[in-house]
Nanobody
Framework: QVQLVESGGGLVQAGGSLRLSCAASRTIVGVNTMGWYRQAPGKQRDLVATITSGGSTNYANSVKGRFTISRDNAKNTVYLQMNSLQPEDTAVYYC??????????WGQGTQVTVSS
């Protein structure tokens, strides 16, 4: 089992920045992908960004150029730097670990609210 603990959410004005962190409860070895997803009220959960164990990244078109995903394998932690935040970025942000045959794991979510 793996627990994922997110932190860094909060309330920010439009144009501001936040940095989310997601720490895994154990060492993650081998091929895996960590990512961030978000879910706004009444909407489905959508991909924001992912990063593989090899460092390859993928972003939703809506966040390209504004958000940056990174990871520190020594700390088993993935980060999401969010700049130029807009009200439409308001959502609960979830961390996800896709760890091959071991399984998929989700964090509990952290609220990001962007005021106009």
């Amino acid at each position: 089992q793996v627990q994922l603990v997110e932190s860094g959410g909060g309330l920010v004005q439009a144009g501001g920045s936040l940095r989310l962190s997601c720490a895994a409860s154990r060492t993650i070895v081998g091929v895996n992908t960590m990512g961030w997803y978000r879910q706004a009220p009444g909407k489905q959960r959508d991909l924001v960004a992912t990063i593989t164990s090899g460092g390859s990244t993928n972003y939703a078109n809506s966040v390209k150029g504004r958000f940056t995903i990174s990871r520190d394998n020594a700390k088993n932690t993935v980060y999401l730097q969010m700049n130029s935040l807009q009200p439409e970025d308001t959502a609960v942000y979830y961390c996800k670990l896709n760890w091959g045959r071991v399984g998929d794991y989700w964090g509990q979510g952290t609220q990001v609210t962007v005021s106009s």
